[in-house]
């Protein structure tokens, strides 16, 4: 017998579900495409080099070894092959571009996730308009609205936000980075006791208190307007509460902050957000502005946003109901296959698979639709019951 059983943290999808998904795919595909995105496609498979932003070992990426031993990734990520595909092709910039597919991350064993995962996402690469962003946060409040009943929360932060208030205390980037880490991880005793060796400068009260800055977005920046910060880490500030009100215009739109996370991922370099709905803790939807990465693949660095949509998420949480039209039978003799082409080409019908005609019959019943048959002449002819008796 063959092996039947998948590999760990892979799956199966199909029915209901498969249906869901090509379904929310295929509609945000085509605002992506009528809004003039330019749909690209890179392989799964990349050099290992593409990713050398990342940890991979801690990232739990695949590795394979092709045929001259050298060492292959199958994508955790599709920013970064975005970025190869820029500077190995001649594509004109700026220019607003998605993709629809797979990433791979081996999770953790027994916490129920997958390890493969489709992934839709755009990046908007060249503008260093806040236009880019608005651009994202629209359309997260579009798709919310449009498949999870406006559930989605946006979250925002800055990926400068700690270096801003750091760099200001100390020039030490083992101590920063020590810090940050503690901060983030909300691991306070040792949090604490880093930021202990400040305890006679200003900003004190302020870093007692940043591990509990998250949260509804008017709370937040109320509790920080009682605190003088560094020029840039007030700047941050203000960005993001012009950014807040500009959202507040959005219906339904619950909009939170957290100026004490990690940036969901390492190559962003400005505003950050994700897009979670309140009972599941993966992220619907995350992105940031990540103006360097460019640079890291060729000479010239460009301004850059953009987020991943997580298609799997959409699938098991939205509860659309995607009705189909009942369709009429048509009943037909292998050698009328000639005529069947032109029939299917004016009507919607769907082919029997039954060999005999009463068969035919019982299915159309049990299903509550029509039964047609072509007549001599090649025309539709609706079957009727009484015929057989
Ligand atoms: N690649 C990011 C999302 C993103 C797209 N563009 C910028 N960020 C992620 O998977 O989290």
């Not at 990734?73 to 998605?98: C, E, G, H, M, S």
């Not at 189909?324 to 769907?350: A, F, R, S």
Request: aromatic residues 10%; negative net charge.
């Amino acid at each position: 017998m063959y092996k039947v059983n998948l590999p760990l943290g892979t799956r199966d999808s199909f029915g209901e579900r498969e249906k869901k998904k090509y379904y929310i795919k295929a509609e945000i595909e085509k605002k992506l495409l009528v809004n003039n995105f330019m749909k690209v496609s890179t392989p799964l498979l990349e050099h290992k080099e593409v990713f050398s932003e990342f940890d991979l070992k801690q990232m739990g990426t695949y590795q394979l070894l092709d045929s001259n031993d050298e060492s292959l990734i199958l994508r955790p990520d599709l920013t970064l092959p975005l970025a190869r595909f820029l500077a190995t092709n001649n594509v004109k910039l700026p220019q607003k571009f998605y993709y629809v597919g797979e990433r791979f991350k081996i999770s953790k064993a027994l916490s129920g996730k997958y390890n493969q995962m489709t992934q839709a996402g755009i990046e908007i690469v060249g503008y260093p308009s806040i236009r880019a962003e608005l651009e994202c946060m629209l359309m997260i409040n579009q798709i919310s609205t449009e498949f999870l009943e406006g559930k989605a929360q946006i979250e925002l932060g800055h990926a400068q936000f700690a270096d801003a208030i750091l760099d200001e205390l100390t020039q030490d980037s083992k101590l920063k980075e020590k810090i940050k880490n503690e901060l983030f991880r909300k691991n306070m005793p040792k949090y604490l006791a880093y930021i202990d060796a400040f305890k006679d400068q200003k900003v004190y009260e302020f870093l007692k208190k940043w591990p509990r800055l998250f949260g509804n977005i008017s709370w937040v920046l109320r509790k920080i307007s009682e605190f003088e910060l560094p020029i840039k880490a007030q700047q941050i500030i203000n960005q993001l509460t012009q950014i807040t009100s500009w959202l507040e215009q959005l219906p339904n739109q619950k909009v939170l902050l957290d100026l004490s996370v990690a940036p969901p991922q390492s190559y962003y370099t400005g505003i950050t957000f994700k897009g979670f709905i309140e009972s599941i803790s993966d992220y619907v939807f995350s992105g940031g502005r990540y103006n360097q990465l460019l640079e890291n693949f060729q000479e010239q660095a460009e301004p850059a946003v953009g987020m991943g949509i997580d298609l799997e998420i959409l699938a098991d949480f939205s509860d659309i109901n995607i009705e189909q039209d009942k369709k009429n039978l048509l009943y037909y003799y292998p050698h009328q296959l000639g005529m069947v082409n032109q029939i299917l080409k004016k009507h919607d019908l769907e082919l029997s698979m039954e060999n005999k005609l009463e068969d035919a019959l019982l299915v159309a019943k049990r299903k509550n639709v029509e039964l047609y048959v072509i007549d001599k002449g090649g025309q539709l002819q609706n079957v009727i019951e009484d015929s057989f008796d």
